[in-house]
Every structure is written in structure tokens, then in C-alpha cells.
């Protein structure tokens, strides 16, 4: 794992969207096409306002939506479809294709068979997600499962994980956070060629902390990033606060 530390948040996006922007680039070039996983959440607003700027032939990306509320309306303001389209999809207009996850689905164990059936056996060039307050990656509370080879999976978020969701003004009230959600696996995350995780805000610094120093556990699920050959990770000061170096 590789350790760049900027003093804001813009310079910090900067910096993990143009290492995203160079892995999808050299994909291009190898075998005409790449293949991109993009997380949401407060954490990304640099990132991907950085990314959408990036020279990118878009044209020849394909992208996946790394997770979703279950139940949750497309126009509901935490919606992560709602999100994604805002901040990415609608702004580079000759992306190739965006997969997202259907939180509406009737089945949501059909959608996760769907979504399953489209990215398995797919190269995925590059990941950008982010870390939890709680430790997750993506919806992938602790303690989280890292066996299985399912892509895509049902899985129940426990309070820590739905508080940062109240607490980021995603939701009036705890009550209103959903408690189930479809999220990519952490063995469908760790078989990206490249992992861009982008962890701002003094509020992550001890779940950052244990993900980088602390023992790969499923009860700290982003500590499997250590794991990872390629996994860049790019944080604030406040964010990297606790680090011992």
C-alpha cells in the first residue's frame, strides 16, 4: 500500500484522479477498452469532480456502481444512483456504459445475480472507493465476510456504518437510514488491477489508523487493502493524524 498525504482535499482529489486517469489511459492503450468501479459518498466529491476533467477517452470506458441502499428512490438525496449520475455519468456523456445497482430491484438477490453476471470474470483496471468511519469497504461492515466469490451481495448495515450516514446529512434521522443494502464483495473489490481509495476528514483518522497499521481482520474490513499490490491510498492531514509515520 502506497501513502501520498496532501495538505486539502482539492489537492488530494487531484492527485487520486489522475492516478485513476493513468490506469484507465494504459488500459486504453493495451486492449482498447477499461473498466472502472466507482464508490459515492462525502469522501469522493474531490476525487470525482477531478476525474470528470481528466483527458480520458470515455468512450472506451465501462464503469460499475459499487453499492446501494435497498429501497431507497433514485431521487432521494442519498441516493448513490441519483449521486453517481449527477457527478459522473451525466457530466462525460460519451462514457461507453455505467452499470448501476437497482436498490428498487422487486429481487435484490436477482440484481445481485444480474449485476454478478455482467462484472464476473471482467479485468477491472481500476477501483476508486473509500474507506468507513466504522472500517468498511463499501457496504462491507465488520465483521465482513471475505470469502466469498460472489460479486455482488445482500448485506445488513449495523449502526456505525448508518450514523455516518445521518451524520454526513444524507438522511433527517437515524430511523430513516435504510438497514440493508446491495454492495460489491471484498473479493470482487481486491481483484481490481489497481485500488484508488480516497479517505479525507479527521472523522476516518482512526478507522485509516487500523486499516494501515492495525492486523488484516474482518472486523476492520479496509485492512485487507494491506493485502492489495496496487492499492494507492490518498488522504488529508486530518485523515492521516494518527498515522505513526
Not at 465501462?62 to 453517481?84: M, W
Not at 483496471?125 to 463499501?138: F, K, M, P, R
Not at 481483484?191 to 488484516?216: H, L, M, N, W, Y
Not at 493485502?227 to 509515520?245: F, I
Request: proline content about 6%; hydrophobic content about 40%.
Amino acid at each position: 500500500m502506497e501513502i501520498h498525504i496532501f495538505e486539502t482535499k482539492e489537492e488530494m482529489g487531484a492527485a487520486a484522479a489522475r492516478k485513476a486517469a493513468a490506469g484507465l489511459k494504459a488500459a486504453i492503450e493495451t486492449r482498447g477498452a477499461a473498466t472502472l468501479i466507482l464508490a459515492t459518498g462525502a469522501s469522493q466529491f474531490e476525487m470525482l469532480e477531478s476525474l470528470v476533467e481528466r483527458d480520458v477517452d470515455w468512450s472506451r470506458v465501462t464503469a460499475f456502481h459499487l453499492d446501494e441502499y435497498i429501497g431507497l428512490p433514485e431521487d432521494h438525496p442519498a441516493s448513490f444512483r441519483k449521486y453517481l449520475k449527477e457527478r459522473f455519468v451525466d457530466r462525460v456523456p460519451a462514457l461507453q456504459e455505467f452499470h448501476f445497482v437497482d436498490g428498487e430491484a422487486a429481487d435484490p438477490a436477482a440484481e445481485c445475480r444480474r449485476l454478478g453476471d455482467l462484472i464476473r470474470g471482467r479485468t477491472i483496471d481500476v477501483a476508486c472507493i473509500g474507506i468507513g468511519e466504522n472500517g468498511h469497504l463499501a457496504f462491507n461492515d465488520p465483521p465482513a465476510d471475505f470469502q466469498t466469490e460472489e460479486p455482488y451481495l445482500i448485506v445488513n448495515l449495523d449502526e456505525a456504518c448508518r450514523r455516518q450516514q445521518l451524520g454526513e446529512g444524507w438522511f433527517p434521522s437515524l430511523d430513516a437510514v435504510p438497514e440493508r443494502a446491495i454492495s460489491m464483495s471484498i473479493q470482487q473489490i481486491m481483484k481490481s488491477d489497481a485500488i484508488v481509495c480516497t479517505v479525507p476528514d479527521g472523522r476516518k483518522a482512526e478507522a485509516v489508523q487500523k486499516a494501515v497499521e492495525g492486523p488484516v481482520t474482518p472486523n476492520l474490513p479496509s485492512s485487507i487493502l494491506q493485502e492489495h499490490p496496487e492499492c494507492d491510498l490518498y488522504l488529508d492531514t486530518a485523515s492521516a493524524a494518527l498515522l505513526e509515520s
